[in-house]
């Protein structure tokens, strides 16, 4: 019996008031859908986001943050060319990564300084 059936949302930690770069940054630059989240926990700060294969991105406020410069999440896209012209409209760096190639990805960062990568995997 499988216990685990998949992985339902992760967490982002970030800054109090991080909120509107939170929106900046994952609403309109990666183009993510806010979510609104249960009153219970929206007095905490942070922004919850929709993927859209059901998944859910939250970022959370943390009283002491320290930015994560190893652990991160990785995002997928269908088209790595099109995300880094996107990053750049955006002004947000991306450093191409070739160690798993053929496999296509990149790292950046959130506006707190975690580590984001994104891995192209067409659909």
Do not use: Y
């Not at 992760?10 to 991080?18: D, L, S, T, V």
């Not at 997928?76 to 296509?104: H, K, N, W, Y």
Request: with cysteine; aromatic share 8%; glycine share 10%.
């Amino acid at each position: 019996m499988t216990l685990i059936t998949g992985l339902d949302h992760i967490q982002i930690e970030a800054p109090a008031g991080c909120e509107d770069a939170a929106r900046t940054f994952f609403g309109g630059f990666l183009g993510l859908p806010e979510l609104q989240k249960p009153p219970v926990l929206a007095a905490r700060g942070g922004v919850w986001f929709a993927l859209s294969d059901g998944r859910q991105l939250h970022i959370g406020v943390t009283k002491d943050f320290v930015a994560r410069e190893k652990g991160h999440p990785a995002l997928r896209c269908a088209d790595l060319d099109a995300f880094t012209r996107r990053a750049a409209t955006f002004g947000v760096s991306v450093q191409t990564d070739t160690e798993l190639a053929p496999l296509r990805r990149v790292f950046l960062a959130d506006p707190w300084g975690n580590r984001l990568e994104v891995v192209e995997r067409p659909t």
